[in-house]
C-alpha cells in the first residue's frame, strides 16, 4: 500500500513563499511520474506540476517561473518550492504517484492560503 503525505501548507502574504513536501512510504523510483495537483474551492482539481522518473518537468502555465518540482530519492520526498505566491495561488494541494498511465496513488492534501 502506497501512502503519501504532504506537509508545509499554510497562511502566507501575497508574495511569499511556501515549499511542501510529500514523503512516500517506500522508493518513489518505482513510480514513472510524481505530480502536486491543486483544487480551490468550487473549481476542478487542477495539475500544478509533474516531474518524471527522467527529471523531465512540466507545469501548468499559471504557475511557470514561480514554482518548482523537485525530488529527493535517499528521502523518498517530492517538493514544490512555491515562490511570488498570489491569492488564486490558494487551495487544497495535493500530491500524486503515477505508476504506469494515470495517478493512481494521492495524499490527503494540504491548505495554501495566500491572504494578506
Known amino acids: 500500500q502506497v501512502q503519501l503525505v504532504e506537509s508545509g501548507g499554510g497562511l502566507v502574504q501575497p508574495g511569499g513563499s511556501l515549499r511542501l513536501s510529500c514523503a512516500a512510504s517506500?522508493?518513489?523510483?518505482?513510480?514513472?511520474?510524481m505530480g502536486w495537483y491543486r483544487q480551490a474551492p468550487g473549481k476542478q482539481r487542477e495539475l500544478v506540476a509533474i516531474?518524471?522518473?527522467?527529471?523531465?518537468?512540466n507545469y501548468a502555465d499559471s504557475v511557470k517561473g514561480r514554482f518548482t518540482i523537485s525530488t529527493d530519492n535517499a528521502e523518498n520526498t517530492v517538493y514544490l518550492q512555491m515562490n511570488s505566491l498570489k491569492p488564486e495561488d490558494t487551495a487544497v494541494y495535493y500530491c500524486?504517484?503515477?505508476?504506469?498511465?494515470?495517478?493512481?496513488?494521492w495524499g490527503q492534501g494540504t491548505q495554501v492560503t495566500v491572504s494578506s
Open positions: 500524486a504517484a503515477k505508476r504506469r498511465l494515470q495517478f493512481d496513488y
Open positions: 517506500g522508493s518513489i523510483s518505482r513510480f514513472n511520474a
Open positions: 516531474i518524471t522518473s527522467g527529471r523531465t518537468t
